[in-house]
């Protein structure tokens, strides 16, 4: 039987896509791989660069195969015209799509016979296993973002307090210069950041909050960088979390803890632990100390995300290691990033990406874990 | 009968449901429109911010829609049996969704039941037409747009010419390099450039290529620069070309016909007009001009991309100016860029953002057009 596999999307926002093909466009384009062989058709702006960058087995011209469906007697030839054409010449029946395979052309495929098989993600499962490459690839981000945090933190140690605030050469210093100086050093290194966390106050007790405003002084500050490198197109991950001034203990006992938390994915992470277990440990030691997680005066708090997820060409990918069951393979790269979040006190996070090795789990980052800045 | 629309992605992908909310999110969500109502529905780690960021009716949390689920009797209420739960409550039974709806998402909806209209793109028609403030958006991106353009071809001028290839300050001048430029510029008033393209020599013949290694003396470079703003969201796009030294007599014919094509266009554009006429007049005085338009030698030359595409919350949006018939209205802001692009000359595009008006249109691009530099 002739196994097809079909995506329709633009590989600057489908990283399957670029994974299969390692090309790289802006707009929407189809690959299809039929008994393993991959085949790319290609608008007439981008089948030459295809030809060139892609690395695939045949780049095929859509409007050639527009014109042929037309000599064939089909009057208006779209993308679904187009692939009835070249399934029926290499006997495809049955497609494997995957989830997020748009609905619209799943309908016009199986209405022109077509059987799609929605393949459950990750659709490569191979994606998760990096190779050496890709490690290295990984690890060249990692780098990057830790000389960009290096300036950061740097900055904010620079800075000077009144009346609980932190100020710089006469200026209040807020997230968004902190942000801006993260972005454009990753930016000299080609790497791309985007709503990079610098957030300090009660903001940071909202993990996704990117922070704006004057940095106040003496509570912590969560730095959370993930860029992407534009020449690798793999990302970083990498949390630290600093205070300008004397934290709390309860900060104190909180980055204590969260520090513990990650020793203790590190110490458990292998081949064949489940990512649940892990997190549900972490979890269990911030309760056994006092930090509670759930709903408080509304809000959640204490450690209400995953301790880590994959990262590789996304910076969310498989394997998540959290609430949901899953079962860790050597060459696997997670972070590990537990946090604990409270209205009174702030937002502590530290995170960390490491390779799943085969008898345990190697840091990729070093960055060093200073809470208290000179 | 009750109406109700159905958006499941993340909208930093997906500009549609940013439009429809007005909230920001790097990861996948649920957003549901009934009867004119707006919901979401959130999980923990973004439930307060959607609450303070979005503007929406209503934010759920998708935790305590599960459980109640689970109180209702299902065992794992994912987020089908969560929308279900709503949907029973609120009289929902046809649900309409956009052509890039997640086809696993679909078929399981439909499974327990419900239609699905799949509501042709543009999915949100009034998308298309910007009010004023999002005209102010799109003008703030194109200042800043022209800002960095300024400063970069203000590098190639500076550039000295050692065998038929620039220098600057003893080292050779490369795309590279002037894409670092367009990029820190631009990153430094918070607008965000990726796959800025500088290409001189033959890679300009290829529209999309970005450019790289050292820039070429007496051929023409094609600067395209296409930002966001991290602030407000919306996109500028502008093209220019220049050549430092001297440009053969058939690059200033190319450019002289182009600029002739984009003036074609001004005087074309206005409520009423088919794009596709705009398109094909342009097309015609080309290949009037001996200019033509097609494969050669292997390769599509001459003017084988559109004159222009819809710009705002994307980068390409409805509507196209192009070879497809669409009738443009005011209120619409779209680009206009022909371009020629021939192996033995090189590549000429140029790009300005014009809205329409409802007499005619109004460049909102102002940045001046000079093909040789001093």
Redesign the interface.
């Known amino acids: 039987m002739t196994e097809a596999i079909l995506i329709c999307a633009a590989s600057e ?1 489908d990283a399957n896509l670029y994974y299969a093909t390692r090309f ?4 929407p384009f189809v690959f299809t791989q039929i008994n393993g062989r991959k085949i790319l058709i290609m608008s ?6 295809a030809k060139a960058e892609s690395r695939v087995d045949e780049v095929l011209s859509f409007s050639r195969c527009q014109a042929e469906a037309k000599k064939k007697g089909v009057a208006q030839p779209g993308t679904v015209e187009v692939l009835d054409l070249l399934f029926k010449e290499r006997g495809v029946k049955t497609v494997q ?1 995957p ?9 016009r495929l199986r209405a022109v016979g077509y059987e ?1 098989v ?1 393949r459950k993600d990750p659709f490569f499962p191979e994606r998760m296993i990096k190779s050496p490459e890709e490690v290295e690839a990984i690890r060249e981000t990692i780098h990057r973002t830790e000389e960009a945090l290096k300036s950061a933190i740097g900055v904010i140690a620079q800075a000077e307090i009144r009346d609980g605030e932190l100020w710089l050469r006469s200026k209040p210093l807020t997230s968004e210069l902190i942000r ?1 100086t993260l ?2 050093s990753l ?2 290194s ?1 790497c ?1 950041a ?2 990079t966390i610098v957030a300090g106050g009660t903001q940071a007790c ?4 990117i922070g704006k405003g004057t940095l106040k002084a003496n509570w912590p500050i969560v730095l959370d960088v993930f860029p992407v490198s ?1 020449k690798s197109r793999y990302f970083a991950d990498i949390t630290r979390t600093v205070v300008k001034g004397k934290p709390s203990d309860k900060v104190k006992t909180m980055y204590r803890l969260v520090r513990e938390g990650q020793e203790i994915a590190f110490k458990m992470l292998k081949p064949g632990v489940d990512g649940r277990a892990v997190h549900t440990a972490i979890l269990q030691h911030f309760e056994k100390e006092g930090f509670r997680t759930g709903e408080m005066n509304g ?2 708090q204490g450690f ?2 995953g301790t880590g997820h994959g990262l590789g060409l996304e ?2 990918e498989a394997p998540r290691v959290g609430g949901v069951s899953e079962i860790l393979q050597a060459g696997q790269v997670v972070t590990v990033e537990p946090g604990l979040y409270y209205l009174d006190a702030g937002g502590i996070r530290i995170e960390d990406d490491v390779l799943i090795t085969k008898t345990g789990c190697e840091s990729l980052s070093t960055f060093p874990k200073i809470l208290e800045l000179e």
């Open positions: 926002q790289w466009a802006p707009d007439d702006l981008e089948v030459d660069r799509v989830g997020n395979f748009p609905v619209s052309l799943a309908d799609l929605i801006k972005h454009l930016m000299g080609d791309l985007k709503e909202d993990p996704h909050c534009m809000r959640m209400f995300h910076i969310h």
